[in-house]
């Protein structure tokens, strides 16, 4: 099988967004929502969570690879800045080597300045 | 933990563990999750991502970041934590309320420079066997509140994300 080509996944990340995001993913940290910790914190105002920045690499990976993703899919990330919101962001994935039974793929989220909120890899057993 | 939509949580009034208290080799109490339909509904329509096809399975991230919500509801997560690195691994695909069990360990926990450096691992199994590992690793930076201040950041932020830009 031949590695695909990984398409970017772009969305606007706002506050709407982040105060469902805490409830679905259960993060009750008041630094992500309107509240006087996030802006007395160290960021002045909500930060978006970074586990919502990198949903949307598992989107993009998703989206090349359906199933496969999920099985046997992985991923090692570093943030690299807070995600201020609201922030559109993008979600790449470049492919970095191939073998028989394995895709790695260097990763990355940016602000809509190109500035990386997150880098790191993705790699996925090939079938 | 059975999981369900509800409102946005309260720190666990059963969170009793504080961080600057942890050592290497602790392990947590192992935690039943089960993901319902209407859970992935509603992180599907926070993130964005397409619903259609994700109708009978979790999404992958979704688990890691549920894992790391059995975490806050445990540890008594500081003020000023950063999330700086993330790793996961989905070893196969898990169904819409198959019954998990989640564990956490911490696997580093150490001082530099004042600051405080944490990995927690956690597991995610079916019975025996293992759908998903996962690795989050915090710092507490040296003005935070290692001893775990549950009157300032909640549960505060393992999952957290203050986004931060350390290392």
Redesign the interface.
């Known amino acids: 099988m031949t590695a695909p080509t990984v398409e970017p996944v772009t ?1 606007l990340i706002d506050q709407v ?1 982040v ?14 929502r309107e509240t006087p ?1 996030a802006y007395s ?3 002045g105002r909500p ?13 993009a990976m ?1 989206n090349a690879f359906g ?1 496969a ?15 201020l919101v609201p922030v559109e962001v993008t979600a790449r994935a470049t492919l970095r080597s191939q073998s028989a039974d394995m895709a790695t793929y260097d990763v990355s989220c940016e602000d809509a300045n190109g500035e990386a ?2 880098t790191g890899t993705a790699s996925v057993r090939l079938a | 933990m059975t999981s369900s ?7 666990s009034p059963r969170a009793r563990l504080t961080f600057g208290r942890l050592s290497r080799g602790d392990v947590l109490p192992t935690v039943d999750l089960t993901i319902t339909p209407d ?1 992935v509904r ?2 599907l ?5 397409p619903a259609e ?1 994700w109708s009978e ?1 979790v ?4 688990l ?3 894992m ?2 059995v975490l ?2 445990q540890v008594e997560i500081p ?2 934590v ?13 169904q819409i309320g198959e019954p998990l069990a989640v564990s956490i360990s911490v696997s580093s926990h150490s001082v530099r420079r004042g600051a405080l450096m944490a990995t927690f691992d956690a597991e995610a199994r079916s019975g025996d066997d293992v759908v998903a590992i996962s690795r989050a690793s915090v710092l507490v930076p040296p003005d935070g509140d290692a001893a775990g201040d549950a009157t ?6 393992a ?7 350390a ?1």
């Open positions: 969305r967004r105060d469902r995001y805490a409830v679905a993913a259960r993060d009750p940290n008041p630094i992500h910790e914190g160290p960021f930060v978006a969570h970074g586990m919502l920045v990198l949903a949307l690499v598992s989107e998703t199933e993703w999920e099985r046997g899919g992985s991923l090692k990330v570093r943030w690299r800045q807070p995600a909120l997150l | 939509s509800s409102p946005l949580p309260a720190p859970d509603a992180y329509a926070a993130t964005g991502e096809r399975r999404p992958p991230i979704m890691s970041a549920l790391l919500a806050l509801a003020k000023g950063l999330h700086t690195g993330h790793e996961h691994e989905a070893r196969r695909p898990v300032g950041g909640g549960t505060g932020d999952n957290g994300d203050a986004n931060g830009s290392e």
